[in-house]
C-alpha cells in the first residue's frame, strides 16, 4: 500500500458545484496533514491545514478521520480558478519526512 | 509569511556539466529544508532532507555523490547537480518550515534542462 494515495483525477465540476476529494495515509503514526494546491508547472502552494476538528476557509472544508486513516477536502461554490492539482500532504513526526500524494487534477468547467 | 527564496529558476545545461540550485529562507531560519523533484505530470519526490550542519538524508535511489546538498547556514540549501545527465531534466523544488508556522513554503522551483 502506498504512503499517501489520491485519485489522480481528473474531475471535470461544472462550475458553481460543489466537489469533495480524499487522501488515504497508511502511517497510523503521522501527525500533520495539509492541503496544497498546485498550478501548472508552478511550485505548490499551501491551500490549509488539516486539523483533527476539522476546518473551514471560506469556500474550502478539511477534514481529518483518523481511524479509517484519510483526510477530505470539499470545495463548495467552485470557481475556474480552482481548477488545479490539489496534493495532499502527511508528515511524520518531527517532520521527518513529508509525503506528498500524487495529486488530484480538477478542472471546473464554465 | 514565511519566504523561501529558490534560483535560478530556469537553468540549460550542457550534459556532464554541474549545476548549482540554491534555496534561501527569508526572513526565518530553517534547521531543515527539503529538496524535492518533480518529472512532468508527476508528483514531488522526495530527493533528500538537508541539515544545517550535518550530513543531508537521502531517499532511497536518490545518488547522493550526483546530487550533492550543502546546508551550511541556517538560511541557505545548495543541490548541487554533478555530472549532469538529459535524465536529470527535471523540476526541482526545495521547501522549509519556519518554526510555529503551519505548512511548508516552496521555492519557486527550478526548471533544469539538459541537452
Known amino acids: 500500500r502506498k504512503e499517501v494515495e489520491q485519485d489522480p483525477g481528473p474531475f471535470n465540476v461544472p462550475e458553481g458545484a460543489t466537489v469533495a476529494f480524499n487522501c488515504t495515509y497508511s502511517?497510523?503514526?503521522?501527525?500533520?496533514f495539509f492541503w496544497y494546491r498546485q498550478d501548472c508547472r508552478k511550485e505548490p502552494k499551501l491551500l490549509m491545514s488539516?486539523?483533527?476538528s476539522g476546518n473551514e476557509d471560506g469556500r474550502f472544508t478539511a477534514q481529518l478521520n483518523r481511524a479509517s486513516q484519510y483526510i477530505s477536502l470539499l470545495i463548495r461554490d467552485s470557481k475556474l480558478s480552482d481548477s488545479a492539482t490539489y496534493l495532499c500532504v502527511v508528515t511524520t513526526y518531527r517532520d521527518d519526512k513529508i509525503i506528498f500524494g500524487k495529486g488530484t487534477r480538477l478542472h471546473i468547467l464554465p | 509569511g514565511a519566504v523561501v527564496s529558490q534560483h535560478p529558476s530556469r537553468v540549460i545545461c550542457k550534459s556532464g556539466t554541474s549545476v548549482k540550485i540554491e534555496c534561501r529562507s527569508l526572513?526565518?531560519?530553517?534547521?531543515?529544508m527539503f529538496w524535492y523533484r518533480q518529472f512532468p505530470k508527476q508528483s514531488l519526490m522526495l530527493m533528500a532532507t538537508?541539515?544545517?550542519?550535518?550530513?543531508?538524508?537521502?531517499e532511497q535511489g536518490v545518488e547522493k555523490d550526483k546530487f550533492l546538498i550543502n546546508h551550511a547556514s541556517l538560511t541557505l540549501s545548495t543541490l548541487t547537480v554533478t555530472s549532469a545527465h538529459p535524465e536529470d531534466s527535471s523540476f526541482y523544488i526545495c521547501?522549509?518550515?519556519?518554526?510555529?508556522?503551519?505548512?511548508?513554503?516552496f521555492g519557486s522551483g527550478t526548471r533544469l534542462t539538459v541537452v
Open positions: 521547501s522549509a518550515r519556519e518554526w510555529g508556522e503551519d505548512g511548508y513554503t
Open positions: 502511517n497510523s503514526a503521522s501527525q500533520s
Open positions: 538537508s541539515n544545517e550542519g550535518s550530513k543531508a538524508t537521502y
Open positions: 488539516v486539523y483533527s
Open positions: 526572513d526565518f531560519q530553517a534547521t531543515t
